[in-house]
């Protein structure tokens, strides 16, 4: 479940925009925001490498003491992360301040455990239609990720959000019969059985072709 160990620290950002932004990803640290509580919001930035740790962590579903300029210690969570498309490093974090209880709904991961019967014993193949459940429940109670076991899966199956098992005091925030996973033939097996020719059924002679094959042999 969600703690509140993990500790970042965040400086006030004096200017905003793209120049600035560009500068202070130039030297090693992301810009940002923080809101929430009814405060404004506070453009902020940090250290990348501390950020990508704290990621790398787990610290993406966790709660955060963030100090502020040295002084305030919030209780917050990340919200968002932006990454470049192509370097994939982290170019910009917005940050929400939560109380340790406070109900919130949030993105969670979606993890397959085990193998499904229908593709280990079938040849079908597993489609994980959506990478990430959206939850409601208090802010120390998320775990960083939703497993679901798989292996009794066959060809044909499929799992909605409301077969997840969720842990204590979460509840789902999407639609219940919103398809997650799905085991399926193979395409191989599929266009091997569309291109088979179709085998003719045998001809089965008529009662009048029986009576004309019996007088012409007579």
Known sequence: MATTNHSLAVTTRAKTGTTASHAIRHGGKVPGVIFGHGSSPVAIELDARALDELLHAGGKTALLNVSL?????????????????????????????????EEISTSLPLVTVGIADGVKNNGG?????????????????????????????????????????????????????????????????????????????????????TTAAAESGS
Do not use: C, W, Y
Not at 141 to 154: G, K, M, R, W, Y
């Open 69 to 101: 300029d040295g002084g305030k210690t919030d209780t917050a969570m990340i919200r968002d992360v932006q990454r470049d498309p192509i370097s994939r490093r982290v170019i910009h974090a917005d940050f929400q301040r939560v109380g340790a209880t």
């Open 125 to 209: 193949v597993m489609d994980v239609v959506l990478h990430a459940v959206t939850v409601l429940g208090p802010a120390n109670a998320l775990p960083e990720q939703i497993e679901h076991d798989v292996t009794a899966l066959a060809v044909g199956d499929h799992v909605t959000a409301g077969d997840l098992k969720l842990p204590p005091k979460l509840k789902l925030d999407m639609d219940a019969h919103t398809i997650l996973i799905s085991v399926e033939a193979s395409k191989t097996e599929a266009e091997a059985a569309e291109a088979a020719p179709a085998v003719p059924d045998a001809e089965v002679p008529t009662v009048d072709e």
